[in-house]
């Protein structure tokens, strides 16, 4: 063989070589996202499932006691909620990033020190933030909301915020090996099942706030316990390891900071509207606000698997893979969240009414606001994890800063003169800015956006076609609940069918959809049990 030629064949071999290792093929893209669907499919039920049990834990509350001892209950678990992320030390998501990034270059003994070395930050940091909560409670209720009935709620919140902590660590721990079922178990469903049970119960006998208040706390400690037996039963701590503790913190910090600032766009303005108005107005505040939250509720379950997909695509430094599962995934996302916004916009009172009663009736423009406020990020596509992939988590911090900033003016500019309606004010545009300022990030550095023809159709002609519908139905029905119930479905279908009809939704997506559907019914096809796994070299 000539040597030029001998060369030749070596250098193609090689470069065949490096093309498999640094960037994946088409085929593994699409393994991917069906790994995000897979897992983000689990993970969003689950997300529905505690939405459903949160709403109800908060509806049983909401009408067992008076809507003054809602409102303290709202404000202390909001406080708390804000503390959760400033216990874990930012250790929740950088042990996702980089057990996935370890996990993609094959490094065991690395994957191992950011488990060991996580768990070493987040046991102390979440006890420090706890006995810090609880000294700080009684000078926080008598001298900042001037309420002392707030003081023992707030204190058995202290040890809340500890349980809360462990449950979502070892949650994000299995989630950098994409096992979603921690999470779904500890954090999610086991803790509210058992609140709703110890609440019915409570409500049976006509129970003090403060009871409530116990039996919620014990809740989640005990499910906290639970997930700490988990992890110690199916993770080995006998394998060699190197300490990550300085590389953990590097970029745990910077998330945490960016965390806690992320949900002061929305909590912030609870905390500076119960320094000037009652605790009737925070209840009215807190109900529309709590229902609002979940409207992203599908973009935050498929974010479970995205963030370590992305992340092992910056491993490989495949930037064309991460450019094409980003706008699929907000392409998607934007689908399933699209029908829960446009009745959240169009049928505020209806849901106000039916979720928590006449009382919150007169909360429905709070929602409409909020619902706004909460659809930008799903609506924008996923820039913030993206940025943690890319390992950009001082600069997301930035961001974080800069949007807590805006909350905190806007809220004290606004809330004096138009009372809770500024709050909702505030978090809308806080959560704007975040959103818009993240991805012109993202794009200027990487070229990632989700902005194309299919995008532009998805959010002009579903939108409009529903509310031609919603002008039809309330014609012949007016504002009630039978008109609410009835376009649930009409809505839902809409923008299903207007997806399929445009082709928004691809044909390989409607077979994989089809494919799952099939093989979930026990169908064959062509004389292959569906159920059972298809070999690698048959094409789907």
Same mark, same amino acid.
């Given at each position: 063989?000539?040597?030029? %030629?001998?060369?030749?064949?070596?250098?193609?071999?090689?470069?065949?070589?490096?093309?498999?290792?640094?960037?994946?093929?088409?085929?593994?893209?699409?393994?991917?996202?069906?790994?995000?669907?897979?897992?983000?499919?689990? !993970?969003?039920?689950? $997300?529905?499932? *505690?939405?459903?049990?949160?709403?109800?834990?908060?509806?049983?509350?909401?009408?067992?006691?008076? *809507?003054?001892?809602?409102?303290?209950?709202?404000?202390?678990?909001?406080?708390?909620?804000?503390?959760?992320?400033?216990?874990?030390?930012? @250790?929740?998501?950088?042990?996702?990033?980089?057990?996935?990034?370890? *996990?993609?270059?094959?490094?065991? +003994?690395?994957?191992?020190?950011?488990?060991?070395?996580?768990?070493?930050?987040?046991?102390?940091?979440?006890?420090?933030?706890?006995?810090?909560?609880?000294?700080?409670?009684?000078?926080?209720?008598?001298?900042?909301?001037?309420?002392?009935?707030?003081?023992?709620? %707030?204190?058995?919140?202290?040890?809340?915020?500890?349980?809360?902590?462990?449950?979502?660590?070892?949650?994000?721990?299995?989630?950098?090996?994409? !096992?979603?079922?921690?999470?779904?178990?500890? $954090?999610?469903?086991?803790?509210?099942?058992?609140?709703?049970?110890?609440?019915?119960?409570?409500?049976?006998?006509?129970?003090?706030?403060?009871?409530?208040?116990?039996?919620?706390?014990?809740?989640?400690?005990?499910?906290?316990?639970?997930?700490?037996?988990?992890?110690?039963?199916?993770?080995?701590?006998?394998?060699?390891?190197?300490?990550?503790?300085?590389?953990?913190?590097?970029?745990?910090?910077?998330?945490?900071?960016?965390?806690?600032?992320?949900?002061? !766009?929305?909590?912030?303005?609870?905390?500076?509207?119960?320094?000037?108005?009652?605790?009737?107005?925070?209840?009215?505040?807190?109900?529309?606000?709590?229902?609002?939250?979940?409207?992203?509720?599908?973009?935050?379950?498929?974010?479970?698997?995205?963030?370590?997909?992305?992340?092992?695509?910056?491993?490989?430094?495949?930037?064309?893979?991460?450019?094409?599962?980003?706008?699929?995934?907000?392409?998607?996302?934007?689908?399933?969240?699209?029908?829960?916004?446009?009745?959240?916009?169009?049928?505020?009172?209806?849901?106000?009414?039916?979720?928590?009663?006449?009382?919150?009736?007169?909360?429905?423009?709070?929602?409409?606001?909020?619902?706004?406020?909460?659809?930008?990020?799903?609506?924008?596509?996923?820039?913030?994890?993206? @940025?943690?992939?890319?390992?950009?988590?001082?600069?997301?911090?930035?961001?974080?800063?800069?949007?807590?900033?805006?909350?905190?003016?806007?809220?004290?500019?606004?809330?004096?003169?138009?009372?809770?309606?500024?709050?909702?004010?505030?978090?809308?545009?806080?959560?704007?800015?975040?959103?818009?300022?993240?991805?012109?990030?993202?794009?200027?550095?990487?070229?990632?956006?989700?902005?194309?023809?299919?995008?532009?159709?998805?959010?002009?002609?579903?939108?409009?076609?529903?509310?031609?519908?919603?002008?039809?139905?309330?014609?012949?029905?007016?504002?009630? @609940?039978?008109?609410?119930?009835?376009?649930?479905?009409?809505?839902?279908?809409?923008?299903?069918?207007?997806?399929?009809?445009?082709?928004?939704?691809?044909?390989?997506?409607? +077979?994989?959809?089809?494919?799952?559907?099939?093989?979930?019914?026990?169908?064959?096809?062509?004389?292959?049990?569906?159920?059972?796994?298809?070999?690698?070299?048959?094409?789907?």
């Amino acid at each position: 063989m000539r040597p030029r %030629l001998r060369d030749a064949i070596a250098l193609a071999r090689q470069r065949e070589i490096n093309s498999c290792h640094n960037r994946p093929r088409m085929g593994a893209r699409r393994s991917d996202m069906r790994a995000i669907a897979k897992h983000g499919a689990v !993970n969003a039920t689950s $997300e529905v499932t *505690k939405a459903v049990l949160m709403a109800l834990t908060l509806l049983i509350l909401a009408r067992s006691v008076s *809507k003054d001892d809602f409102g303290v209950f709202a404000l202390a678990q909001t406080l708390a909620l804000f503390l959760v992320p400033v216990g874990s030390f930012g @250790m929740n998501r950088a042990a996702v990033r980089q057990i996935a990034y370890y *996990k993609a270059l094959g490094d065991r +003994e690395r994957i191992n020190g950011v488990v060991r070395s996580a768990i070493h930050i987040w046991v102390f940091s979440s006890m420090a933030i706890s006995i810090v909560f609880f000294l700080i409670a009684a000078p926080l209720a008598t001298r900042f909301f001037s309420d002392s009935d707030l003081v023992p709620t %707030l204190q058995l919140f202290s040890v809340y915020i500890a349980a809360s902590v462990v449950s979502r660590e070892v949650g994000a721990t299995f989630r950098g090996f994409r !096992n979603v079922r921690p999470k779904v178990y500890f $954090e999610d469903i086991v803790p509210r099942v058992m609140v709703i049970g110890g609440f019915l119960y409570l409500s049976s006998i006509g129970a003090p706030l403060l009871t409530y208040t116990v039996v919620y706390v014990s809740c989640f400690v005990t499910a906290a316990v639970l997930s700490m037996i988990y992890l110690f039963m199916n993770h080995s701590f006998y394998e060699p390891w190197v300490p990550l503790h300085y590389t953990m913190l590097a970029i745990g910090l910077p998330l945490m900071v960016q965390e806690v600032l992320f949900l002061s !766009n929305s909590m912030l303005s609870v905390i500076i509207l119960a320094g000037y108005s009652d605790s009737a107005t925070v209840g009215s505040y807190a109900a529309a606000q709590k229902l609002a939250v979940k409207i992203p509720f599908i973009f935050t379950g498929m974010l479970f698997t995205f963030l370590p997909v992305l992340s092992a695509y910056k491993a490989r430094e495949n930037v064309k893979g991460m450019k094409t599962v980003y706008a699929r995934f907000t392409r998607w996302v934007i689908i399933i969240t699209m029908p829960a916004v446009l009745l959240g916009l169009l049928f505020p009172v209806e849901l106000m009414d039916l979720l928590y009663g006449p009382d919150y009736r007169s909360s429905w423009a709070l929602l409409m606001m909020l619902v706004i406020a909460h659809a930008w990020q799903p609506f924008l596509g996923p820039a913030g994890p993206t @940025m943690i992939a890319l390992g950009q988590v001082r600069m997301l911090m930035a961001f974080a800063i800069t949007t807590a900033l805006i909350t905190v003016v806007v809220s004290v500019t606004l809330i004096p003169v138009y009372g809770a309606m500024g709050a909702a004010i505030a978090t809308n545009t806080a959560q704007c800015g975040y959103g818009l300022i993240s991805l012109a990030y993202v794009y200027h550095t990487t070229g990632i956006h989700p902005f194309n023809r299919d995008y532009v159709r998805l959010i002009v002609y579903p939108p409009a076609i529903c509310l031609l519908e919603y002008l039809a139905i309330t014609s012949l029905l007016g504002r009630t @609940m039978l008109a609410l119930l009835v376009a649930i479905p009409v809505v839902i279908g809409t923008v299903l069918s207007l997806c399929l009809a445009l082709g928004i939704i691809t044909r390989s997506e409607r +077979e994989i959809v089809f494919a799952k559907l099939k093989r979930m019914m026990g169908r064959t096809t062509g004389g292959v049990e569906t159920g059972t796994r298809v070999g690698r070299g048959r094409k789907r």
